[in-house]
């Protein structure tokens, strides 16, 4: 097969987050394992070129950079610029590994030029929470406009069967046209051997950390429901509070925490609490925390994927976490779930697994196991599947 990546996924603001790593494995285990079929990765010439030295090129990949005329916008001519670039190109599939980038960076999106249209969908966060997201008529008329390519596309993968019912119930998309191709952690994420223990000690000295601890992955964003985790993590028993710090590792800025005035305001009130933010750390440091921590919470109020979840069961962190959208897909068991709306009940399941070591060490072990069948090699077998019922329908 010949297939045509659309890269602006890593080319945006995502290619940070969690849309740009999953795309980087996506691709770099379809080059490995699937060397038969010919890679041509189209990207933006006017965006950022960073992402392409991450890109682990084969020999059947070919890159092609889409010119621009001056000017970001998607006016006429430089859509008919696209147009004539991108019908030079063969391909059987074009798969645009996320619709919903900024339109001021976008690569004319049609399906009757490069073979069938494929697209990966991730969540639909801007329209559940529109009021949040889509504040203006602008937005909103954006957001649905990437939406019709979601609904035109002959195929579409989603990253969990939480994000696939959103997209039936929410859009009437039939069931038949979405697969749920999964999630996987980065092999950066692994249990660490004993013979760490000097990088250990560096980590805890590094980042301040003495003692036990519990940790969470959040940010600002309301959704992430970092307030609430706040107040369930105070209201525990003396004795657990004076034993366990929490430490949040956040993208967020320090500013930005003091700019949130619900945030902060309650940073201020439980002054007397070890609470550690950290910003910005790196993976390898991540995965570190993982590895040390004595409880790992998420909180969020809704996910279409949830990496921490199964990047810390794989890290050997005893999880507890939401019962929301797609979290107890990559969580394997309902026990250690709670609801993110209800503090007293998040309070009571970090309090079950901090009470119990032998519930403790349980968990562990099950997240490791469970955690080492969630493979990206899975994920791009099933999307491979896909394009080739594809192709031969």
């Avoid at 660490?192 to 301040?208: A, C, E, G, L, V």
């Avoid at 945030?263 to 007397?272: D, E, G, H, Q």
Wanted: charged share 20%.
């Amino acid at each position: 097969m010949n297939i045509a990546f659309d890269l602006q996924a890593l080319q945006s603001v995502n290619n940070i987050g969690g849309i740009g790593n999953y795309n980087l494995d996506f691709l770099r285990t379809l080059f490995v394992n699937y060397k038969d079929n010919k890679y041509i990765l189209i990207f933006n010439s006017n965006s950022s070129t960073q992402f392409i030295e991450k890109i682990d090129k084969s020999r059947n990949s070919h890159m092609f950079g889409v010119p621009y005329l001056p000017g970001n916008d998607m006016n006429d001519r430089n859509i008919w610029v696209n147009y004539l670039y991108l019908r030079s190109i063969s391909s059987d599939i074009f798969h645009i590994l996320s619709p919903f980038e900024d339109q001021k960076n976008t690569v004319i999106h049609t399906n009757n030029i490069l073979g069938k249209l494929v697209v990966t969908i991730y969540d639909f966060i801007p329209y559940i929470f529109k009021h949040y997201y889509l504040t203006s008529e602008e937005k909103r008329h954006r957001y649905l406009e990437r939406l019709e390519i979601v609904r035109s596309a002959d195929l579409i993968f989603s990253i969990s069967e939480a994000t696939r019912n959103d997209a039936i119930r929410l859009f009437n998309i039939p069931s038949k046209k979405i697969i749920n191709i999964g999630i996987a952690p980065s092999d950066n994420y692994y249990k660490y051997p004993t013979s760490k223990t000097h990088h250990i000690n560096k980590i805890r000295q590094k980042f301040s950390i003495s003692g036990n601890f519990i940790l969470t992955v959040s940010n600002l964003d309301h959704r992430k429901n970092l307030l609430s985790l706040l107040k369930a993590y105070t209201s525990l028993p003396k004795q657990l509070l004076s034993q366990y710090s929490l430490v949040i590792v956040t993208n967020s800025t320090p500013k930005s925490v003091r700019e949130n005035v619900d945030i902060s305001n309650y940073l201020n009130s439980i002054s007397n609490h070890n609470i550690i933010m950290l910003y910005s750390i790196t993976d390898e440091e991540l995965c570190s925390l993982y590895n040390i921590c004595d409880l790992f919470v998420y909180a969020s109020l809704y996910e279409g994927g949830g990496l921490p979840v199964i990047e810390a069961m794989k890290c050997g962190a005893p999880v507890v976490a939401s019962n929301s959208s797609s979290i107890p897909e990559l969580v394997g068991r309902s026990d250690n779930l709670f609801s993110p709306t209800n503090i007293d009940e998040i309070a009571e399941t970090i309090e079950k697994v901090l009470s119990n070591k032998n519930y403790s060490n349980e968990l562990r072990n099950f997240g490791i196991q469970f955690a080492n069948t969630i493979t990206w090699e899975k994920v791009v077998g099933r999307a491979i599947n896909g394009y080739m019922a594809l192709v031969s329908n």
